[in-house]
């Protein structure tokens, strides 16, 4: 059975920085993609970033390019979100996902991901 373990999280002022870390266990996810998504209160989860299953490649939204970078350790099964100049907006459930499948390209949908955490909180105060 696969598990996702998301940590890091916790409360920040603006301006701070947070390292949020993803732990799998249950299955090898050296050959997929990985993603980080997010959630506020009333909100859909939305795309955050993605890593190609070398690392080689990386894609971010928008909203956070610059700013936050994500990475990966396949040796751990385990993948990261450094999150830099953080903003009161980027207050968030974060979650971690792997893709469904081996060896795709980076997508930023969320069907395209079938294993996901349970979530770690991200509050940045102003």
């Known amino acids: 059975q696969v598990h996702m373990v998301e940590s890091g999280g916790g409360l920040v002022q603006a301006g701070g920085s947070l390292r949020l870390s993803c732990a799998a266990s249950?299955?090898?996810?050296?050959?997929?993609?990985m993603g980080w998504f997010r959630q506020a209160p009333g909100q859909e989860r939305e795309f955050v970033a993605t890593?190609?299953?070398?690392?080689?490649?990386?894609w971010y939204a928008n909203s956070v390019k610059g700013r936050f970078a994500i990475s990966r350790d396949s040796a751990k099964n385990t993948v990261y979100l450094q999150m830099d100049s953080l903003r009161p907006e980027d207050t968030a459930v974060y979650y971690c996902?792997?893709?469904?499948?081996?060896?795709?390209?980076?997508?930023?949908?969320?069907?395209?991901?079938?294993?996901w955490g349970q979530g770690t909180q991200v509050t940045v105060s102003s």
């Open positions: 890593i190609s299953w070398s690392g080689g490649s990386t």
């Open positions: 996902a792997a893709d469904a499948s081996p060896g795709r390209w980076l997508r930023s949908s969320l069907p395209s991901y079938e294993y």
């Open positions: 249950g299955r090898t996810f050296s050959n997929y993609a």
